[in-house]
């Protein structure tokens, strides 16, 4: 146990010693936790007083009460009590009530609650007896203790309507009931200061966690950077190499004799192989381009109309060899984009649409819609789950299936057309029912000059 403890306090030291900030979150906790402790302090203490305070209001109340009674049936001992027992009734704090005269250098009671104390000497109040004899328009009070238990003594004068000294009532009040409430008070308030305490050691453990979490963040943020600082100095380096094994490929396409098949077949495989990685390259340069913030734009204010239907021509021999009709038909517009990006965007759109279709029509259709241009690329392709167009323009995203996996790519496509899309001022939304086929749908607002 002892152990375990230690090395609990030897743990957080070393959280402490490595979380420096940790020590501004124990301060706000201890400044929050002495704030409550001292308020409460000060309200138990407020509330004490004014529970005595009205206790003895109490009795100065009975005693002015009881004083004219105690001076006009002085002389009827059992009315007298009478009259006492009805106002210690009423006043059931009062647990003794006394009426004593004086006896020589002694004071005997005449009249009192417990009836067999009547006639007696009362001993031990002598000092609080004086003062009250001294002094008959006031009454006085001292605090006592029996068996833990708080009582107050209050003495008062009986004088007669001339104004002589006649005798002194003297009244015990338990303070049991304020008492009690007061230490109810204390411990709902201990409650509360530890449910305060353990709210903040929650919050203590949850602010040092994030403050790990933070650090891990930091860190993954560095090794992010490390990586695309990585993924571009890569790229730039592998495409001089890779220019010149496609210019070599290109020059030993005609050194083959025509009935040397063999040969030109690996030859192609080369070149496709070699094609595929300069997309890849292409892909993976752009992507550190936008994040880095470096992509250049050259802005116009064009109709898209002929530049739609140039990459439409471009790509009508891709669709033909899978016997898929592609189909364009623009309306003019005026946007504001950059041409070549949007050249990119189409590209991109249209490909994939070809490569995820097996059958069926391929159809590119701009329209005029309010104040925008809205460009539709639809197809009849393998089309996509809901779960799958949510992760679709995310980095490297590509669908699980074996259909998807057959065709090369590199799963940037889509992020880099949301990118350039955005950064032209459009929006790119998608549509796909599983099996039926995919609608992608950018939007640009219309020109104004
Ligand atoms: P790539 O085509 O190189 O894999 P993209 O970013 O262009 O990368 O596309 C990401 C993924 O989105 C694809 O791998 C495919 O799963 C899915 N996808 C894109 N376009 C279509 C489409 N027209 N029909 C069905 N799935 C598509």
């Known amino acids: 146990m002892r152990r375990a403890i230690q090395r609990a306090l030897k743990r957080g030291v070393d959280v402490l010693r490595e979380h420096p900030q940790l020590w501004l979150t124990i301060l706000v906790a201890v400044a929050i936790f002495v704030s409550f ?24 109340a009975l005693q002015d009460a009881f004083a004219p009674l105690a001076a006009a049936f002085l002389n009827d001992a059992p009315a007298l009590r009478m009259h006492m027992l009805r106002l210690a009734e009423l006043n059931p704090t009062i647990v003794d009530f006394v009426l004593v005269v004086p006896s020589g250098s002694e004071w005997t009671i005449l009249v009192s609650l417990a009836e067999a104390q009547t006639g007696t000497k009362l001993l031990g109040y002598d000092f609080l007896l004086s003062l009250a004899e001294a002094d008959p328009a006031r009454s006085f009070t001292i605090e006592e203790a029996r068996s833990g238990e708080r009582f107050f003594r209050t003495a008062r004068a009986v004088t007669s309507a ?16 304020a008492d009690r409430s007061i230490a109810n008070s204390i411990r709902s308030g201990l409650y ?33 950077h490390l990586k695309d600082d990585f993924l571009s100095m890569a790229s730039h380096e592998l495409r001089t190499p890779l220019t010149v094994i496609r210019g070599y490929v290109d020059e030993l396409k005609g050194a083959f004799k025509p ?55 471009s790509l009508q021999v891709k669709a033909r060899e899978k016997k898929l009709s592609l189909e ?32 069926g029509t391929i159809s590119v259709r701009g329209t005029i819609e309010q104040e925008y241009f809205v460009l539709r690329v639809s197809d009849t392709g393998i089309g996509m789950t809901a779960d799958e167009q949510t992760q679709l323009f995310s980095k490297f995203y590509r669908a699980g299936e074996e259909r998807i996996r057959k065709e090369t790519g590199t799963g940037l496509g889509l992020w880099i057309t949301k990118q350039l899309v955005e950064a032209m001022s459009g929006h790119i939304a998608v549509e796909s029912i599983k099996g039926v086929g995919s609608h992608f749908i950018l939007s640009f607002p219309l020109a104004t000059k």
């Open 328 to 359: 364009c038909a623009v309306e003019n517009a005026k946007i504001r984009i950059d041409p070549e990006r949007m050249r990119q965007v189409l590209v991109n759109l249209v490909g994939n649409a070809i490569k995820y279709s097996d059958a």
């Open 259 to 313: 009935e040397d098949t063999a040969h030109a077949q690996l030859l192609q495989r080369i070149d496709q192989s070699a094609s595929a990685l300069t997309a890849l390259i292409a892909d993976m340069l752009d992507v550190a381009r936008l994040q880095q913030g470096r992509m250049s734009f050259t802005f116009s204010t064009v109709d898209p109309k002929l530049l739609i239907m140039d990459v439409c021509d």
């Open 192 to 224: 509360v200061l530890v449910g305060i305490l353990a709210l903040l050691l929650f919050l203590f453990f949850h602010h040092a966690r994030i403050i790990d979490y933070t650090a891990l963040y930091r860190r993954l943020q560095e090794v992010d």
């Open 37 to 60: 402790a001292y308020v409460s302090n000060r309200f138990i203490t407020i509330a004490r007083d004014a529970q005595e305070r009205l206790v003895n209001v109490r009795v100065g």
């Open 162 to 177: 001339e104004g002589d000294f006649m005798g002194i009532a003297l009244t015990r009040q338990t303070l049991s009931e």
